[in-house]
């Protein structure tokens, strides 16, 4: 397999975009992406567009990627259309990869979209409901689907369960919360920016309890896209040292779970342990939800997510700093585009140009996303070793 470097990333910012059109996201994107990377339309031999809820929102299906590249200027470049719940974005990062370690292509993009914002809350709502099993959904409470997405219901559990078993508290989750605001108040594509208390977190509305709206993240939209390619680029250098993605375990059995299997591959192919790792992006559409990832991806042994929250650990100037972009729960979680984000962030921190939110010189970096349920378990999960070959 070849070597696969990261010749540029770009981003638009999270939001409620009503206004933006896909197709204007995905100019934003491909714009900062070919920029950063020095590179023209031309350059790019294969595509890989993700997203996941635009044929119940806007309607658009089938050739979704191709639709929203045509005016940028691509032609005959294959263009592969990539969906898999929220990870569909690092999906779609996997498999640019696979292209270029493959041979397939010297230079690959990964782009991200979506717009799941609906004038009709509703619909967008029922959208999320097609992350499950449509046909065995896990219970859910009254209002799912009208006032909240149903898998709010599954955060809720999640959190229920770190509360009575892992020795997690509503404060403790509350922490983790404000932790990951402060880190969205420094990042100017996140989506909430305004930062938040502990008090303020715990004093907003109740969604499903104990989560309420400030412990879960925001219905967004946005862009984001990765090139990854053979060639070096001039300067500091981040090569994708493991890349791999899993499904849930076999019915019946509860290990490794999606996230356990793809981290403990990816690991193992860049050669690194956790240990290693300086600095993590994963998976918090609530806080619980991070928390869960703390542990699955091998980051933190079990017993010691209440001592990680109180005590900063994952904080900036912590021990192992995690979500410095504020996450799904600040930056927002823009399905299609989340997992891409996640690398944008990364190499913005292995580069060392992501400002008042800098990890003090990381050199190894770890992205993990889930997407889906299945039988109250996340259905798939995409895990990246990023690695910073330079010395610092």
């Not at 009503?18 to 350059?43: F, P």
């Not at 303020?200 to 984001?224: F, K, Q």
């Not at 991070?290 to 005590?311: F, H, K």
């Not at 729960?329 to 580069?351: N, T, Y």
């Amino acid at each position: 397999m070849e070597q696969v470097y990261i010749a540029g990333t770009g981003m638009t910012r999270f939001g409620r975009h009503l206004d933006i059109s896909m197709k204007e996201m995905s100019r934003g994107a491909v714009e900062a992406v070919l920029a950063d990377a020095s590179m023209s339309v031309d350059e790019i031999g294969a595509v890989f567009f993700s997203n996941s809820l635009a044929g119940l929102i806007t309607g658009q299906e089938c050739i979704r990627g191709e639709v929203m590249l045509y005016p940028l200027g691509f032609g005959t470049v294959p263009i592969y259309n990539v969906e898999n719940a929220c990870a569909s974005g690092g999906n779609a990062v996997h498999l640019a990869w696979l292209a270029v370690a493959s041979g397939m292509c010297e230079t690959a993009l990964a782009l991200g979209v979506e717009k799941a914002n609906h004038v009709d809350k509703t619909r967008t709502f029922s959208a999320y409901r097609s992350g499950t099993d449509i046909d065995a959904m896990f219970a859910v409470g009254e209002g799912a689907g009208t006032d909240r997405t149903p898998l709010v219901d599954r955060q809720a559990a999640l959190a229920k369960m770190l509360i009575d078993e892992r020795g997690m508290t509503v404060e403790a989750l509350a922490k983790i919360a404000e932790k990951a605001y402060a880190y969205g108040a420094l990042n100017p594509m996140a989506h909430r920016q305004e930062g938040h208390s502990i008090e303020a977190i715990l004093g907003s509305r109740l969604v499903v309890d104990p989560i309420t709206t400030l412990m879960s993240s925001p219905v967004s939209d946005g862009s984001a896209a990765v090139i990854v390619s053979r060639r070096k680029r001039s300067g500091t250098n981040v090569r994708i040292a493991g890349s791999s993605m899993a499904s849930r375990p076999k019915k019946g059995q509860s290990h490794p779970t999606s996230a356990e299997a793809a981290s403990q591959k990816s690991l193992a192919m860049a050669g690194v342990s956790v240990a290693d790792v300086n600095v993590a992006e994963v998976h918090d559409a609530s806080v619980a939800y991070e928390v869960i990832a703390w542990r699955e991806t091998g980051l933190c042994q079990p017993g010691n997510e209440y001592d990680w929250a109180m005590s900063g650990h994952t904080a900036l100037g912590g021990k192992l700093p995690i979500n410095p972009s504020g996450g799904l729960v600040s930056r927002g979680h823009a399905l299609g585009a989340s997992g891409v984000a996640q690398i944008h962030e990364l190499v913005s921190q292995l580069r060392g140009i992501s400002g008042a939110r800098q990890v003090h010189q990381p050199r190894v970096a770890l992205a993990q996303i889930g997407g889906g349920v299945i039988d109250w378990q996340t259905s798939v999960s995409s895990v990246h070793v990023l690695v910073r070959d330079e010395a610092w």
